[in-house]
């Protein structure tokens, strides 16, 4: 074997495997493989690194929260709108819950409109005894109404919810008096659909309109609008909104990240904005979607 060999041979030997580097301490890996994460084999793909990286980013913004409500050792309730196969709350109890006794009464709740997700979430919480997750069958809507979940939560998460479950999950959280709320938006198609059907009328009344006269700025505009309207509804509701880009997730165009802490401050100014951009949108049909409750508007 040439030097140059033996050296890299050498380098090979003594350098550890990257992608434990990129796995949090205290993470189980045990079910990093069962989320199909890591291999058996214990080794990370160019799709399962992405998909790891975009949940421990989302963690980063979550644990300081989590902190905040678990201070004197209370129980915490969690839910998660579009669960999916639940690679958030999994990590989220394998990071933050599992290993503290004091928490043991904490929930999280994962909501999901697929069956066999729900199945496969269950037996997998099952299998690695974290007796602190519950899975839920059923519609972001649907889950405002239901019985199976408590009156009151601490944090709402939606990741991805498309289109208007990310509104769904926002009455959700506001019905049941969320302390916080963790959205990443995904697909907003109604408003930019009630643009395209009302953009004659609002074209020859407001030259704004000229941000989404063509069709790919009614696109653009529209999912933009949405988040405005969004965040505007929340601080009508008295939450404090912040919104950043959820840096790390280069593979997807939805990267916009809101969360909102509840400060008991209804901003009457905040509803009256989102009132005129309906208006001046011609999207006053959405006005039931944007709700603002008759108390928010009354108190400044």
Same mark, same amino acid.
């Given at each position: 074997m040439?030097?140059?060999?033996?050296?890299?041979? /050498?380098?090979?030997? !003594?350098?550890?495997?990257?992608?434990?580097? $990129?796995?949090?301490? #205290? %993470?189980?890996? $045990?079910?990093?493989? $069962? +989320?199909?994460i890591l !291999?058996?084999? #214990?080794?990370?793909?160019?799709?399962?690194?992405r998909k790891l990286k975009q949940v421990y980013h989302l963690y980063q913004f979550i644990e300081p929260l989590l902190n905040n409500l678990s201070a004197g050792d209370r129980a915490v309730s969690l839910v998660d709108h579009g669960a999916g196969k639940s690679y958030l709350g999994f990590i989220l109890y394998d990071l933050f819950f599992k290993n503290q006794p004091a928490l043991k009464d904490s929930?999280? &709740? #994962? =909501?999901?409109?697929?069956? $066999?997700?729900? %199945? @496969?979430?269950? *037996?997998?919480?099952?299998r690695l005894g974290f007796p602190g997750m519950e899975f839920l069958?059923?519609? /972001?809507a649907d889950s405002?109404?239901?019985? @199976?979940?408590?009156?009151?939560?601490? =944090?709402?998460?939606? +990741?991805?919810?498309?289109? !208007?479950?990310?509104?769904?999950? =926002?009455?959700?959280? +506001?019905? @049941?008096?969320?302390? &916080?709320?963790?959205? /990443?938006?995904?697909?907003?198609?109604?408003?930019?659909? *009630?643009?395209?059907? !009302?953009?004659? %009328?609002?074209?020859?009344?407001?030259?704004?309109? *000229?941000?989404?006269?063509?069709p790919i700025h009614t696109r653009e505009f529209g999912s933009q609008i949405t988040n405005v309207l969004r965040?505007? %509804?929340? *601080?009508?509701h008295g939450y404090q909104v912040t919104v950043t880009e959820l840096v790390g997730w280069e593979h997807s165009m939805k990267n916009e990240l809101i969360i909102a802490e509840y400060k008991g401050q209804p901003q009457k100014r905040a509803a009256a904005r989102l009132h005129d951009i309906l208006e001046n949108t011609g999207l006053q049909s959405l006005q039931p979607r944007f709700f603002v409750a008759q108390d928010t508007e009354a108190t400044s």
């Open positions: 040439s030097k140059k060999n033996k050296a890299s041979a /050498v380098k090979a030997d !003594t350098s550890p495997p990257a992608q434990k580097h $990129e796995i949090r301490e #205290g %993470q189980s890996e $045990e079910l990093l493989k $069962e +989320l199909h !291999t058996r084999d #214990g080794k990370l793909n160019q799709d399962s690194r929930r999280i &709740y #994962g =909501i999901e409109t697929r069956a $066999e997700l729900v %199945q @496969k979430s269950t *037996e997998l919480a099952q069958h059923l519609s /972001v405002v109404t239901s019985d @199976k979940l408590p009156e009151t939560v601490d =944090i709402v998460t939606a +990741l991805h919810a498309c289109d !208007t479950a990310t509104d769904d999950a =926002i009455e959700f959280a +506001l019905r @049941k008096k969320a302390r &916080y709320m963790v959205l /990443v938006p995904c697909c907003q198609a109604e408003v930019a659909a *009630e643009l395209r059907r !009302t953009k004659s %009328q609002a074209v020859k009344s407001n030259p704004l309109s *000229e941000l989404w006269r063509h965040c505007l %509804q929340l *601080e009508a």
